[in-house]
């Protein structure tokens, strides 16, 4: 195949422009890029969204419960106000709010 443009334009192109025949290098090294920092802020984004989770594992079963289900709804909706109660659920003991039995010396008098 024969080119129609001459060895002296060929020479003045830019490093990204691709001879003909030849593989496009700068196009699969933008592609393999875009794919790295797509997986990386996925990452980070999943990173950031279990956060929440981390904070309340050393919780009660139905507040950390309570903290999982707000946060997988505000994933699936991609609404913040969930994710920021889950946060705020997680960081106050449930227990010391709501006290689920009476200690042993009290009566109800």
């Not at 699969?28 to 904070?55: H, N, S």
């Not at 309340?56 to 707000?70: F, I, N, S, Y």
């Amino acid at each position: 195949m024969e080119s129609s443009i001459s060895d002296e334009a060929l020479a003045r192109l830019p490093f990204w422009v691709t001879p003909p025949g030849e593989t496009d290098g700068f196009l699969i090294t933008v592609g393999v890029f875009l794919v790295l920092v797509l997986l990386g802020f996925g990452a980070l984004y999943f990173t950031i969204q279990a956060i929440p989770d981390r904070m309340a594992a050393g919780a009660h079963k139905v507040q950390m419960q309570l903290v999982g289900v707000l946060g997988l709804i505000s994933l699936f909706t991609l609404n913040n106000a969930f994710w920021i109660a889950a946060i705020l659920i997680a960081a106050v003991p449930l227990h010391e709010i709501f006290p689920l039995h009476v200690k042993a010396g009290q009566d109800d008098a």
